[in-house]
């Protein structure tokens, strides 16, 4: 606090709109009071939230929700929380879910770090994904890449015990910033034997933005951490 006045808090996030379709809307309409987590400030009860005790899925920014969906069905054993600021893929998710006929996806349309701090109990996480962020590719912004020391403390204290965080990338750059702040914390272990990245592992999907990638030559880094 500076003279009475609040510091603004540098998002990781620029909140593009985009146009709903009809079905996005109805979907938003009819499903978010079933499957939507409300940005209350309230704690989230993850047994009552999924209706049994099974471990939880955190995944900020799925986009249109593809990847998560597709998880969702082929990992029936774990719990999904999806976090989107962009309605339309949260719309998407919402139809997607039901047309799978899927009890074990939540959604929230919301800043997933405020989330995370105020509504998300220590140790709840099994595993927390954040799969290809906006890269802040010029230096002057780079502080808005959301993987900072002081984020990586905040998952740190989300994320359970033998819990992992999962991050991938196709910005080399990127992913050396990603590796040096969570190399740096002594909450975290990489699971990587070279002491960097990962291949990718199976249960990811190849996503439309890794797909892009490929086709611009760009290379993809995935990194795996455990909480210690």
Request: hydrophobic share 40%; glycine share 8%.
């Amino acid at each position: 606090m500076t003279e009475g006045k609040r510091l603004r808090q540098v998002k990781s996030f620029v909140k593009r709109e985009g146009r709903l379709t009809p079905g996005q809307q109805k979907a938003l309409d009819v499903l978010w009071p079933k499957f939507g987590i409300e940005a209350d400030n309230q704690s989230i009860d993850m047994q009552a939230l999924f209706g049994r005790n099974a471990p939880v899925v955190f995944e900020i920014g799925f986009g249109n929700g593809a990847s998560l969906i597709e998880m969702a069905i082929h990992q029936p054993e774990n719990d999904f929380i999806g976090v989107e600021v962009h309605r339309p893929g949260v719309g998407q998710l919402l139809k997607a879910i039901e047309e799978n006929n899927l009890t074990n996806v939540r959604v929230a349309c919301t800043d997933a770090v405020e989330l995370l701090k105020n509504q998300v109990a220590d140790n709840a996480l099994h595993r927390v994904q954040l799969y290809f962020p906006d890269p802040w590719h010029k230096k002057r912004h780079h502080k808005r890449r959301i993987i900072q020391p002081a984020f990586v403390n905040v998952l740190a204290q989300k994320i359970q015990s033998g819990g992992f965080l999962h991050m991938a990338t196709d910005w080399q750059n990127y992913a050396e910033q990603m590796l040096q702040d969570l190399s740096a914390s002594h909450d975290f272990i990489n699971t990587s034997i070279s002491g960097d990245y990962i291949p990718r592992p199976e249960y990811r999907p190849l996503t439309k933005f890794e797909q892009r990638g490929h086709r611009l030559g760009h290379g993809v880094w995935d990194l795996l951490f455990q909480r210690r």
